[in-house]
């Protein structure tokens, strides 16, 4: 495709490597990221160039792409003072890859259109080594046509590129996702503690379950090293409560109930009370060695109704 002018704020674990891709697809990239000095060794190993602010990132850039941490850091580059779309040529389309709220998504969208510029959320699933690898898979939230324009320049660092519905069911999307993988993955840890309390060979219990019904992602890719105690890669504890806990505020806004969610939401708690937050979120099965720890806190423990868990209010 034709070479393009681009911007990327945001160079952590996810945005490092897909920024990469895009300079590898041949794509002019500049970058601008909280800690200058990981801009500059991106450029040193890509050839991009580095910007001190959002907004000097933006300037000429046909698209923008941001993947910060929380709503806060997406307002701030997105709308604060320095950030990108005070400074973005018209017709240039900003999106965002953030695991953020649907609100945030519908506000920073709206700033865009008074701008007379494009939006698109765009949140991501795959992980570290799916950006690394350019297998992810995006979830978008946006108009037919932009996501149309969008499309080929995603392609530099995703398998699968769907458009879900208008602004905010990218975000809405991503957190079904969350979802399910936290159910998929305390239910791996019981069944993986269940079957060593069983006196079975448990990885022989996961060769084979796994060609059946049973078999996931998690099984797939996690499996023998939850059995190995092994949580120093992948997607960290700390995040999945920072998604979680946009999981259940959105609950809690359309009555819908979460109480699995809730419960699992617990025990990712205390896994981080007790050290644990950059473990990978596969650590669930920890808790399971002490079964006194189990029970979530009375804080942590579904609420009546819409089924959320209380335990994120300190977010």
């Known amino acids: 495709m034709t070479a393009l002018k681009t911007a990327f704020i945001g160079l952590g674990v996810m945005g490092y490597p897909m920024a990469g891709h895009l300079a590898k697809a041949g794509h002019a990239v500049t970058v ?24 000097a990132a933006v300037a000429e850039a046909d698209f923008v792409f ?18 990108a779309l005070a400074a973005m040529q018209q017709g240039a389309v900003f999106i965002d890859h953030t695991t953020a709220s649907a609100e945030i998504a519908r506000e920073v969208h709206r700033e865009a259109q008074e701008r007379r510029l494009d ?21 978008i939230g946006g108009a037919e046509e932009v996501f149309a324009r969008a499309r080929p320049v995603l392609s530099a660092y995703a398998r699968e590129v769907a458009l879900m519905g208008p602004v905010g069911a990218g975000q809405l999307t991503k957190m079904v996702n969350q979802i399910c993988v936290a159910g998929l993955i305390q239910a791996l840890a019981e069944g993986l503690n269940f079957a060593r309390q069983a006196g079975l ?30 949580f120093d890669f992948g997607f960290a504890v700390d995040w999945m409560l920072k998604d979680l806990a946009i999981c259940l505020a959105e609950a809690r806004n359309l009555g819908a109930p979460l ?17 644990g937050g950059r473990w990978d979120t596969s650590s669930l099965i920890r808790l399971l060695a002490n079964p006194s720890a189990v029970s979530p806190p009375p ?11 209380r335990g994120d209010k300190g977010r």
């Open 66 to 83: 941001a993947c910060v941490g929380d709503d806060d850091d997406l307002r701030d580059v997105a709308l604060g003072a320095g950030g």
């Open 32 to 55: 601008h990221n909280r800690t200058q000095a990981k801009a500059e060794a991106w450029a040193g190993e890509h050839g991009g160039a580095v910007a001190e602010t959002p907004a």
């Open 119 to 139: 939006f698109l959320d765009a949140p991501v699933s795959g992980g570290q080594a799916g950006a690394e690898s350019g297998a992810l898979t995006i979830m």
């Open 259 to 275: 109480p699995l969610t809730g419960i699992v939401n617990g025990y990712y708690r205390q896994i981080q009370e007790r050290g």
């Open 299 to 309: 804080a942590s423990r579904p609420a009546s109704g819409g089924g959320e868990g």
């Open 201 to 230: 060979d448990a990885k022989k219990v996961v060769d084979v379950i796994s060609q059946g019904a049973a078999s996931s992602w998690q099984m797939a890719n996690r499996g023998d090293t939850m059995l190995d105690d092994e």
